[in-house]
């Protein structure tokens, strides 16, 4: 168990939908990191939060964001579905801003119809 | 651009058989190497990581992989493998920016033969 937990569990949504989803950090921790992984791939880096703040960003369109918050929990919202948003989305929390280890939740299936 | 390559989508061994599942990685620096291991429908698990120092570095679950410069590559080992190491497992490296992002791999779907 890493202590880092994610809500829902799974989710279905229909396209053009939006959705959040939840993630909270391990006990310590000041980073989140967000990744999404479709089916038989590795996970994609969407983005990360440190103290708040956006810190750094992967190909994803701005239909992605989110938010942490002061107690370093953080949400994923996604709007305006799609098809290919269908994805296990993986949150990881770490201890600094750095080259630290990323220990992660055990994901929110997003299944979109 | 930073990458890594699992090469071996799928492996079969069996129960009691050693592994090696590879990894090799493009980056430009010493990098920050990590495998993780994912039961289905489940999150990552760490089972080790390589920063500095030792390039032989021992995980868990009698998990140990090399780092090798020269070669790029930081491939996993375990001399005997369980039926309960049948999972996914990923190769990261940590991205060379702020947010020292995670790259994975393909991954590489681990099969164990009674």
């Known amino acids: 168990e890493t202590g880092v937990t994610q809500s829902p569990t799974h989710l279905i949504k229909t396209r053009g939908q939006q959705v959040t989803l939840r993630c909270s950090s391990q006990?310590?921790?000041?980073?989140v990191s967000w990744y999404q992984q479709a089916l038989g791939q590795g996970p994609q880096f969407i983005f990360q939060y440190y103290r708040e703040e956006e810190n750094g960003r992967g190909n994803f369109p701005p239909r992605f964001s989110g938010l942490q918050f002061p107690n370093y929990s953080s949400e994923l919202n996604v709007n305006a579905l799609e098809l290919d948003d269908s994805a296990l989305y993986l949150c990881a929390s770490s201890g600094q801003g750095g080259p630290d280890t990323q220990y992660f939740g055990p994901g929110t299936r997003l299944t979109v119809l | 651009a930073q990458s890594v390559t699992q090469p071996d989508i799928h492996i079969t061994v069996s129960e009691g058989a050693s592994l090696e599942l590879r990894c090799n990685y493009s980056?430009?620096?010493?990098?920050?190497l990590f495998w993780y291991v994912q039961s289905p429908g489940q999150g990552l698990q760490l089972l080790l990581k390589y920063f500095s120092g030792d390039t032989l570095v021992q995980g868990i679950k009698g998990f140990e992989a090399e780092f090798k410069r020269s070669q790029s590559s930081f491939n996993l080992r375990k001399p005997s493998v369980h039926w309960s190491d049948a999972a996914e497992y990923f190769c990261a490296v940590g991205a060379a920016d702020s947010s020292y992002k995670l790259i994975f791999g393909s991954g590489t779907r681990l099969l164990v033969r009674p």
């Open positions: 980056y430009g620096a010493t990098p920050y």
């Open positions: 006990s310590g921790h000041n980073t």
